[in-house]
C-alpha cells in the first residue's frame, strides 16, 4: 500500500494543484468525499489562487489536521488548542526543512500570478526542484503528526 507521500506526489504529477493533491492522500482515513477535497482545496493552490501567500502543500496539511485535531459542533473549545498546537508544529517542522512556508519565498520571489511568473515557474523547473519535494514534505510530516497522535 503507498504512503501519503507518494499518494500526494502522483496526484500533484496527475495535475492536481499542491493543496488537492496533500489533503487528497488522507481522504480515505479521514472521511472525507474525494470531491469534496478536491473543491474545498481548490483555491488553496500557488500560495491561495496563485498569490504566492502560505504553500499550497501547507494549505492542504492544515486542512488535514483540521479533519483529524478540529473542533467539531459538540466539541469542547479546549479541542481548538489542541488543533492549533498541531497546527504550529506542523508548519514548524515544514519551515525548519523549507526555510518558509511561503509559496513566494519557496519559489525565490517567483509571481505566479503573473505570465512572466508562470513562465519564470516552467522555465526553472520549479515543479519537480520546489513543488514536488514540498508535495511530499508536508504529506510525510501530516502523516507522521497523525501516527504519533
Known amino acids: 500500500m503507498k504512503k501519503h507521500p507518494e499518494i500526494a506526489e502522483a496526484k500533484f504529477v496527475e495535475g492536481y494543484n499542491c493543496a488537492q493533491s496533500v489533503l487528497f492522500s488522507f481522504c ?45 459542533e459538540k466539541d469542547e473549545r479546549a479541542q481548538t488548542d489542541i488543533a492549533y498546537t498541531k497546527i504550529r508544529e506542523f508548519m514548524h517542522r515544514f519551515s525548519a526543512k523549507h526555510s518558509s512556508c511561503l509559496c513566494r519565498e519557496l519559489l525565490s520571489g517567483c509571481d505566479l500570478s503573473t505570465p512572466d511568473g508562470q513562465a519564470y515557474f516552467k522555465n526553472n523547473e520549479c515543479f519537480n526542484l520546489v513543488c514536488r ?16 497522535r
Open 28 to 72: 480515505d482515513e479521514l472521511g472525507l468525499d474525494v470531491d469534496n477535497a478536491f473543491r474545498l482545496s481548490c483555491g488553496f493552490g500557488g500560495g491561495m489562487g496563485r498569490m504566492g501567500e502560505v504553500c499550497g502543500a501547507v494549505s492542504g496539511g492544515i486542512m488535514a489536521l483540521g479533519l483529524k485535531f478540529g473542533r467539531r
Open 133 to 148: 519535494p514540498c508535495v511530499r514534505d508536508a504529506a510525510a510530516m501530516v502523516e507522521d503528526m497523525i501516527a504519533s
